[in-house]
């Protein structure tokens, strides 16, 4: 704190305020008044990016408890400002010279929650666009201290074509002033408020029939307000909801969410929802095709059978009609949860038309913590068409599907009972692609299984000490294993006195899968004809 001249308090508890100078600076103001020990009025600011320099006591004395210990501080009111109108940020932006970093933020979320840039002003046509903002369609305002629609009629006035809107990071906390901006803005019909911390009372929202899309991101809503929400919201298709700590859907009169009859992507990635139970809730929305839960703490996931949904569902008295869970559910993103048990997976089959799915980051998913390589993934899940990202083609499905039969058919033990309960798909897969069992053959050496074949293998050198050189094509046995591939490869290559590591290159999928069990052999992980195996140096 450094001492100042005594300036007129202007601000009140709960304002939000931003640094003068500094629109990014953002904060709510938890005190005015005195402050023992220095003279004049002081402001006590509560940080958004927990940048302060106390918990709101000084000297031994609170006058305000902020969200952390160094999150608050005490600052003249001269020093901070209350924000600029909506159409006032439209001109600074449209009318004035803009920054690259300025025009790089200058987006709103579109479907998939992907970036899509605004219309901006050409700077070659500044001074033809001086009278003209009436001609944009697409404005982003983002971290410019907007904190008021301003004088109602002047937005429609000004910008009566604007269909999207982006007012990511301001000072806009009452929703009513949402209202106002729309009532204004006739044919708006996406609106980003991420980074505005909205009031938890909902009075004087009103019906905002021409918003399609809705990005809510780290406003600090509830569901309970997103239920009353969607009274206002008849016509709304996306709704993003990320970073809101939401961990519990509560519909307003049911089991399962009614209404939304239009939603087709609901965004609730970077919450925090444990139970899958939360997420059946949401089974009901008929007309949603994408659901995004990636950065949860998920553990698990189900389909719910019919007696399990009447079960749900008895007790409550609804006017709408059941109808089958995620029916229309075409993409399920479920990366970065702790999803543990291959019955997670296996259970995606059961969901009518998903298609698109995402499991990366999920222990179930990753080799290196025990987890199934894509190969495995692809041949469980009979619909899928995109994981994690990339396409699966029907090369790789056929060949994924050949290698974890194989797989199977390796390490087949226990009954036929137990390999259904473990295998779900292992008959099926064995019979479509003609696999037929191994026969015993009996040699010199006694019972001995028949060999399965060669494999072709490319053998490609990746390491950076160990020169160019060019790909081999390799004969293996199914029965070599990784130790015995990785001194075949010392002679191929004729490498000496270098420690290798081997990776498998997988089709579709970003990185390698390691190789790093010395005794498991081709066959034992999934490997099969004409695969690629790179061979790297320890580090």
């Not at 305000?64 to 940020?89: C, D, P, T």
Request: proline letters at 4%; hydrophobic letters at 35%.
């Amino acid at each position: 704190m450094q001492e100042s001249s005594e300036s007129k308090p202007d601000f009140r508890i709960g304002q939000r305020v931003h640094s003068s100078g500094d629109p990014r600076r953002i904060g709510t103001v938890r005190y005015v008044g005195p402050v023992q020990g220095y003279s004049g009025t002081w402001v006590g600011v509560d940080w958004d990016n927990g940048e302060g320099k106390h918990d709101g006591t000084i000297n031994g004395v609170q006058y305000f408890q902020a969200r952390s210990e160094r999150s608050g501080s005490f600052v003249r009111s001269q020093n901070l400002s209350s924000g600029i109108s909506l159409l006032q940020a439209l001109q600074l932006r449209y009318r004035g010279d803009t920054t690259k970093e300025e025009e790089d933020e200058m987006y709103v979320l579109s479907a998939s929650n992907k970036r899509v840039n605004v219309q901006l002003v050409g700077k070659d046509k500044i001074q033809d666009k001086l009278s003209r903002l009436e001609e944009l369609t697409s404005a982003s305002v983002s971290y410019l201290g907007v904190s008021s629609p301003g004088v109602p009629c002047d937005i429609g006035t000004n910008v009566p074509n604007l269909r999207e809107l982006d007012l990511t990071g301001n000072l806009i906390s009452e929703w009513k002033d949402v209202s106002t901006i729309c009532e204004q803005l006739a044919d708006l019909f996406a609106l980003n408020l991420s980074y505005n911390l909205m009031a938890h009372d909902m009075v004087g929202l009103a019906h905002l029939k021409c918003i399609r899309i809705l990005v809510l991101n780290n406003i600090g809503i509830n569901w309970t307000q997103v239920e009353i929400i969607k009274q206002s919201l008849p016509e709304i298709e996306e709704l993003h909801l990320m970073g809101n700590k939401i961990s519990t859907i509560e519909p307003a009169s049911s089991f399962a969410v009614q209404g939304f009859d239009y939603l087709r992507l609901l965004n609730l990635e970077d919450n925090c929802i444990v139970d899958w139970n939360e997420i059946l809730k949401l089974s009901q929305l008929r007309s949603l095709e994408q659901l995004h839960l990636s950065n949860n703490s998920l553990i698990r996931v189900f389909y719910p059978d019919d007696g399990m949904m009447h079960e749900l569902l008895n007790g409550y008295d609804s006017c709408e009609e059941s109808h089958k869970p995620f029916q229309n559910l075409r993409c399920l993103l479920l990366g970065g949860n702790n999803i543990e048990d291959l019955a997670s997976i296996d259970s995606l089959n059961s969901f009518p038309q998903l298609v698109d799915i995402r499991l990366s980051e999920n222990p179930v998913a990753d080799p290196g913590q025990g987890g199934i390589p894509r190969f495995v993934l692809v041949a469980r899940l009979a619909k899928v068409e995109m994981l994690n990202g990339s396409e699966v083609s029907s090369r790789e499905r056929k060949e994924s599907e050949i290698r974890y039969v194989r797989l199977v058919m390796s390490k087949m033990q226990g009954n036929s009972k137990e390999l259904q309960w473990l295998h779900p798909r292992f008959a099926e897969l064995k019979v479509f692609h003609g696999i037929e069992d191994e026969k015993p053959l009996v040699g010199a050496a006694g019972p001995q299984k028949m060999a399965s074949g060669l494999l072709s293998i490319t053998l490609k050198c990746v390491g950076a000490s160990i020169g160019e050189k060019p790909s081999l094509m390799k004969k293996l046995p199914g029965a070599t294993t990784v130790g015995k591939l990785k001194i075949l490869c010392e002679s191929f290559f004729k490498l000496k006195s270098i420690k290798l590591k081997l990776f498998l290159q997988e089709e579709g999928s970003p990185l390698p899968m390691l190789l790093d069990d010395e005794m498991a052999t081709l066959t034992d992980l999934g490997i099969g004809n004409e695969s690629t195996i790179l061979v790297d140096e320890e580090s």
